[in-house]
């Protein structure tokens, strides 16, 4: 059958298909593709395609501080046209402007997405700190029942006194990501224990608590990836497990005087495979709780990232005796000594010190090593490296290693060492 004999409804529905819903795909007035390429195919695909209100709900505004003003003015009116069009359908929407130009140009576009918040259900909105309070009006006040995902990162305001907001996560029975960088708010739950949601990134401000930690994510069972901030010491007095199943991926930040160690004493994550604990400006204790959870846990970790996590040698020793999978290990002002560098070195034979330790080790990177001699560490990356067009299948799985990084001018001689040097040759990714 010739395409031009197509039934309008089938037409339709093939060009919803060609409708690109990825992160920074949406159609935009400046883009060539769907919506705008079927009006200029022929009068009957530009009729087709005008009679499909869903085909409209989909939009991007891209800006930057050099879009000129005139441009700038077009997206807002291709907006207005956009929203009239798709009637009465679910908006999915991103607008990418952090600038502070064209302010009331910007400030109009924003009027005119909120003003149709109970019809959002994907919206991405990377603005800059002046519209912030405009974009989470709609949310405090649950005019968002459809929304389905939420992305707000705002441009940094120079200040600290922002106002908190507290959302109510029960209004948004659909919701299943949530994004927001530089907001001040916190959650509350007034209806169903369960939510939906499987991505939970929280980032910048440091007003959250373990307690905020350990209340979210026990309403998140399908909880896939966490990103989460504590600043403040809130203990939740809560001693049941919580258990996260799905969780793959887990990143917190810890700021003095906060303590994150009650949320490692209470999750079961036997998925994850990514963890990421940043602790900076925290007392110097050791962090033994990530051994007592990967101990309880047993997931099939492949990175693990310590940044100025305060843990004694032997307890770090603990944690990697647990990760056998593990591929990539990042530590920054960790207790690192030459037992710890000596523990991850493989003999002649091929075999691992220390009951096998991360034999699937492919990229190191270190911060600051106070306490590791350069001989050692040199003999801790040779025993891992091997030129795979010598090795054996059985070599190459115990000596996997092909990236060290590391962030200490005290090791720059490694660059220069013979031995070194032809591992490089080979194709040893070493940098530092």
Not at 26 to 37: E, H, N, V
Not at 153 to 158: A, D, I, L, M
Not at 297 to 320: K, N, V, W, Y
Not at 370 to 382: A, E, F, G, P, Q
């Amino acid at each position: 059958m010739h395409v031009h004999r197509l039934a309008p409804e089938l037409l339709s529905e093939i060009f919803l298909h060609c409708i690109d819903q990825s992160p920074g795909k949406l159609p935009q007035r400046r883009g060539y593709g769907a919506p705008l390429l079927f009006g200029r195919v022929c009068v009957g695909w530009r009729h087709v395609s005008l009679s499909t209100p869903e085909l409209w709900s989909y939009f991007r505004v891209d800006g930057d501080s050099h879009v000129n003003l005139q441009d700038f003015e077009k997206d807002g009116s291709a907006m207005q046209a956009w929203l009239e069009r798709s009637t009465t359908f679910p908006l999915s929407i991103e607008i990418r402007y952090s600038s502070a130009k064209y302010k009331n140009t910007i400030e109009s576009v924003i009027a005119m997405v909120v003003a149709q918040s109970l019809r959002w259900r994907k919206m991405s909105l990377i603005i800059n700190h002046n519209y912030r309070d405009m974009v989470i009006r709609p949310l405090r006040e649950g005019q968002t029942s459809l929304l389905e995902s939420i992305v707000i990162r705002c441009g940094p305001s120079g200040s600290s006194t922002t106002e908190l907001t507290t959302i109510d996560l029960s209004q948004f029975p659909r919701l299943t990501m949530v994004e927001l960088m530089r907001m001040s708010v916190r959650f509350s739950f007034s209806g169903q224990y369960s939510y939906s949601i499987r991505t939970f990134i929280f980032g910048i401000f440091t007003h959250m608590s373990v307690k905020d930690l350990i209340l979210c994510t026990s309403h998140f069972p399908l909880l896939e990836k966490l990103s989460f901030p504590i600043g403040r010491p809130e203990s939740s007095g809560r001693h049941a497990i919580t258990e996260l199943p799905h969780l793959v991926d887990c990143q917190l930040y810890v700021f003095d005087p906060a303590d994150a160690a009650e949320f490692f004493d209470c999750v079961y994550a036997p998925a994850l495979k990514h963890l990421e604990v940043s602790t900076r400006q925290c007392p110097r204790r050791s962090y033994r709780h990530i051994f007592s959870m990967l101990e309880r846990c047993r997931p099939p970790l492949e990175s693990l990232a310590l940044d100025e996590t305060p843990m004694l040698a032997t307890d770090f020793l603990l944690c990697l005796r647990e990760v056998k999978d593990l591929t990539t290990l990042w530590t920054n002002d960790v207790s690192c000594s030459d037992i710890t560098i000596q523990a991850l070195t493989i003999d002649d034979k091929g075999d691992v010190l220390n009951s096998n330790l991360c034999p699937r080790l492919r990229n190191m990177i270190f911060g600051m090593l106070h306490d590791v001699s350069l001989d050692m560490m040199r003999d801790m990356i040779l025993s891992r490296w091997i030129n795979v067009t010598e090795s054996s299948e059985s070599n190459r799985a115990t000596r996997a290693l092909r990236t060290v990084r590391i962030f200490d001018l005290r090791f720059l001689p490694l660059l220069q060492d013979p031995t070194m040097e032809e591992c490089v040759r080979d194709g040893l990714d070493l940098r530092i």
